[in-house]
């Protein structure tokens, strides 16, 4: 086997070179660094600016999408008022829709690690098989899990919500859309992953802004009719979301190929066995901890719905708001992979540790601040969201009471990512099956349904099971196994 073409160890500037404001600005315009050298808080941050910010357009996505259909729900535009039933379609089908999610992040994970370790050892070809493979992969994924779904989706919205025949005949649409959609969602997930692995991840904050925008332009469009535009209800809002992440997979493939980022393909994808399996292997660790995770949110999604479309919609806006705030906290983590990735990729553990030590309190400071935001301040920011009383009494206590863990959820977050970057996937998925499986799902149902906690029994099962979980991910972490995974 020939040796692969390595490029030379200083053939990227460190994050030293300059002033802090000079490299912010050229992180945004995309220049590229060698974050194995130089200031780790500054390396961190560089990482964090357009990772974060790439979050915040997602999760603007997400607040503005469930703003419009609140809108529905109340009847603007002379449409028929749904009641709640248009909120509760969403947040069952996203419920369903995290497994796909879940699938898309763990083989991102894999994908981040594997492109980062070769982009530490200067083998950029490496990368690039690395990504095409990816990008391969992601389409037979995709198309599995979204013919079926799309199929069936008005039999899974009815077992999500009890044969709620008002949610499903309001709804089917929507998850068709979305669950039909399954291949563009996968793609979006792998390629923004071969652009952060690399040290790009402004590309991946690019690709958003492309997505998100058209989606916030086309919501109301389709939602209410707008100007040509067919009015398809709360169907229009998964019709809007999957034409602008078509559109932004195209992008993405234009920078893969012809794009200034640090790997460029020389084949969009390839389908080659061997190599495929193999990033199946070291995947299923990253698919099996997001699977445990987002299926225990079915679990959630499922009982909160029996007692409703009431609570139902009150819980979907209250998560919205949610994660609009943890997201961006997510983005922070994802620097701590790439930085142990390329760091552990050049033989230096170290300093891959002490990167995830400074990001864990960067991402706690953060989310102890929207704490207080959160437990301050509901109700004037639920009734943002929807008129109806009963509504934002559950969207109100789902932010103080899910919210209460966030600062662990902070440090849970960064230990995850810091052992899917160094390729050490399995060990965060006992963690999940732990702490979610064995716990917060019996937790949840417990105090629901045999201590007759109702809706409120459902959230509290959530900041106790996240909290320790993440007590448990920085204890191992601290055990430093993951210094010596070969990737």
């Not at 998100?212 to 109301?220: E, H, K, S, T």
Request: with cysteine; net charge neutral; proline share 5%.
């Amino acid at each position: 086997m020939t040796e692969p073409t390595r490029g030379p160890a200083t053939s990227l500037p460190t994050p030293a070179t300059r002033s802090l404001w000079q490299h912010i600005n050229g992180s945004l315009r995309g220049e590229h660094y060698d974050y194995t050298q130089g200031s780790l808080p500054r390396a961190i941050l560089l990482l964090a600016i357009p990772m974060v910010l790439e979050m915040l357009l997602e999760s603007l996505f997400a607040i503005v999408d469930i703003w419009w259909v609140g809108r529905l729900d109340a009847g603007w535009f002379d449409s028929a008022p749904t009641r709640g039933a248009a909120a509760a379609a969403i947040g069952a089908t996203e419920a369903l829709l995290s497994i796909v999610y879940a699938i898309a992040f763990g083989l991102g994970m894999a994908v981040t690690a594997l492109v980062a370790r070769r982009v530490g050892e200067r083998d950029l070809p490496g990368a690039a098989r690395a990504g095409s493979q990816a990008i391969g992969l992601g389409l037979v994924v995709g198309l599995l899990l979204g013919v079926p779904a799309a199929v069936f989706a008005p039999e899974l919205l009815s077992w999500m919500t009890d044969g709620n025949q008002r949610v499903v005949e309001v709804g089917s649409g929507y998850a068709r859309w979305l669950f039909g959609g399954n291949v563009v969602i996968t793609l979006l997930f792998l390629q923004n992953a071969i652009f952060r692995g690399a040290g790009d991840p402004i590309l991946a904050l690019k690709v958003l802004a492309v997505s998100n925008g058209l989606n916030l332009v086309l919501d109301p469009c389709f939602l209410f009719g707008l100007g040509p535009f067919p009015q398809l209800g709360v169907t229009g809002a998964a019709v809007a979301t999957t034409l602008g992440r078509a559109v932004a997979v195209l992008y993405q493939f234009w920078l893969l190929r012809r794009g200034n980022g640090r790997v460029r393909l020389d084949r969009l994808w390839r389908f080659d066995a061997g190599p495929l399996w193999q990033m199946v292997v070291l995947s299923g660790g990253t698919i099996g901890q997001f699977l445990i995770g987002t299926t225990s949110w079915v679990f959630l999604m499922k009982f909160l719905s029996s007692f409703g479309e009431v609570a139902g919609a009150g819980y979907t806006i209250g998560i919205r708001i949610l994660v609009f705030a943890l997201l961006p906290a997510w983005g922070l983590s994802n620097a701590a992979a790439t930085l142990v990735g390329q760091n552990l990729g050049a033989k230096q553990p170290d300093r891959a540790e002490r990167a995830v030590w400074l990001t864990g309190l960067f991402d706690a400071a953060f989310l102890g601040l929207v704490t207080i935001v959160m437990e301050v301040w509901p109700e004037a920011i639920v009734a943002w969201f929807t008129p109806d009383p009963a509504i934002a009494a559950v969207a109100v206590e789902t932010l103080r009471v899910v919210a209460a863990g966030y600062v662990f959820y902070a440090w849970g977050m960064v230990a995850v990512q810091a052992f899917n970057g160094a390729g050490d996937t399995w060990t965060p998925t006992w963690l999940h099956l732990v702490f979610f499986w064995a716990l917060q799902i019996p937790l949840a149902y417990t105090l629901a349904f045999g201590l007759e906690y109702g809706v409120s029994g459902v959230l509290w099962a959530i900041p106790s099971a996240e909290s320790l979980f993440a007590v448990g991910a920085v204890v191992w972490f601290r055990r430093g196994r993951w210094r010596q995974v070969v990737v």
